[in-house]
């Protein structure tokens, strides 16, 4: 009976595993705006986009390999629930669909950007690590992205305000650091956008909402 049981647990977790990398993967192809882009704008776009495709087949090879680990503690009946449910919690708040809470930064935009330069803060932001991203009340998963002109951005089919609120969880100094480098994305932005001002403040504690969007993919099947 116990290894029916711990077989089915492990049958959960491997489904959500593979789940969630079709997910990530998917989120690459959301990016719009391209057409808008200088060279330079879309050089650096590229090394983003590499950049996060290696931490996407590193998290690959992670996933896999606590895969591998579960099925092997099944196969000696040793597999703990407890293990089982710590990596599950961190599985859903890693892909959103659970809230989650930690320390990290608030990115403060006031003034009208449009959608692409908002995608420029939200991929450097991933690149430098940030565990989890929120626009205001929206959660940042796989096929939300800011769009539209200067005025008129929305995120997940919602009409965003001045000013914009970023929230993102990760280490405080890595993630400003990276938004606030000499050449970085705050730079470009002002010096294309001199209106508008951007600041970046470290935050103790951020609590970033569940997403309400179906995060089944409609085209990709997880691997077991």
């Known amino acids: ?11 959960i977790v491997l489904f959500v595993l593979g789940f969630l990398v079709v997910v ?3 989120a690459q192809s959301s990016d719009e705006g391209l057409a808008a882009l200088s060279v330079q704008d879309l050089t650096e776009l590229v090394a983003n986009v590499t950049s996060r495709n290696t931490q996407l087949r590193d998290e690959v090879r992670k996933l896999e390999q606590q895969r591998t680990v579960v099925e092997q503690a099944v196969q000696r009946g040793d597999t703990s629930a407890l293990q089982i449910r710590s990596d599950l919690n961190r599985i859903e708040g890693w892909s959103g669909a659970v809230a989650v809470t930690g320390t990290g930064v608030q990115v403060t935009i006031i003034g009208s950007i449009p959608g692409d330069a908002i995608e420029l803060l939200l ?3 991933r690149n430098a690590g940030a565990e989890g991203i929120a626009i205001g009340s929206v959660r940042v998963v796989a096929g939300v992205v800011a769009s539209g002109p200067a005025g008129a951005v929305t995120v997940g089919n919602r009409l965003v305000d001045s000013p914009v609120v970023l929230t993102a969880i990760g280490q405080s ?4 650091g990276s938004l606030t480098r000499a050449g970085g994305p705050i730079a470009q932005l002002a010096a294309r956008y001199p209106d508008a001002s951007i600041t970046v403040a470290a935050v103790d504690k951020i609590t970033l909402p569940a997403t309400d969007r179906s995060l089944g993919p409609v085209l990709g099947r997880p691997r077991l």
């Open 24 to 26: 990530q993967l998917r």
């Open 123 to 125: 991929n450097e932001l």
């Open 1 to 11: 009976m116990r290894g029916r049981s711990g077989r089915l647990v492990v049958g």
């Open 173 to 176: 100094q890595t993630l400003a």
